[in-house]
């Protein structure tokens, strides 16, 4: 099965150095998307630009008369750009993954976390994310991953989340839990912080053992998680 894997802010594609491997051992292609305005140089690029990229990669696998809809997985803020996807092709997703992060409530900014400087929000260091975020995360690990950030775009960041079909909350979708537990996920969703997966019909809630960015550090479980959901995908469709 098709697995498309959706990096979170300031990440490019070599983020799923060692999950697209992990994920072809258990039968699976892993396939990162490469976003503009993260890892090109496209300072102007806007969030409906990479919208448009993680489009045109499942327009590209329908194209292929691939008897399986693939699976979309967002990492942190692209969790919302995974669930703008499935708001976009309802009828061409297999799945959902969100990994660390959670589709944002229609309104709000993409991700505005940090000031613009220059017009783009540069990589904020590891301060910001120091305990849970990064507890698994070695010096050496932490000076690579921070050495090869890519300054996210104001048209990104800045931009105002809007979904258009009600049918995304028929996409199943599964959470995985890295620096927080299902339970805490599940405490949010009760009360009410997190409307559009309190809204979805199918939802499964993971534990993983690893900070924020599993892809680095703990992609082996990571892929396992995600290989799991995908063989669910090609059981139900009597596939596997």
């Given amino acids: 099965m098709d697995v498309l894997l959706i990096a979170g802010l300031w990440l490019d594609t070599t983020a799923w150095d060692d999950v697209v491997p992990a994920l072809a051992a258990k039968g699976h292609r892993g396939i990162p998307v490469a976003l503009p305005g993260q890892g090109d140089g496209n300072t102007d690029a806007t969030l409906q630009d990479q919208l448009d990229a993680v489009l045109e990669a499942i327009d590209a696998i329908d194209a292929t008369a691939s008897t399986e809809r693939p699976v979309v997985v967002g990492h942190s803020a692209a969790c919302t ?30 991700a505005a976390f940090f000031p613009l400087e220059g017009g783009v929000m540069a990589f904020p260091g590891w301060e910001p994310f120091a ?110």
């Fill in 131 to 240: 305990g849970a975020d990064t507890a698994d995360m070695s010096d050496d690990l932490k000076s690579r991953v921070a050495g090869s950030a890519h300054p996210v775009p104001g048209g990104v960041a800045e931009a105002v989340v809007a979904y258009r079909d009600e049918r995304r909350h028929d996409v199943p979708v599964f959470l995985i839990c890295p620096e927080f537990s299902p339970a805490q996920a599940d405490e949010w969703i009760e009360a009410g912080d997190l409307p559009e997966l309190a809204d979805a019909k199918h939802l499964d809630l993971l534990d993983l053992d690893s900070g924020h960015w599993p892809m680095f550090t703990a992609p082996e479980a990571l892929a396992q998680l995600i290989a799991d959901e995908a063989d669910e995908v090609s059981a139900d469709a009597g596939l596997g």
């Fill in 81 to 110: 750009l995974a669930w703008l996807a499935a708001d976009a092709r309802p009828d061409a997703i297999a799945r959902v993954g969100l990994i660390g992060g959670f589709p944002s409530t229609a309104g709000e900014q993409y």
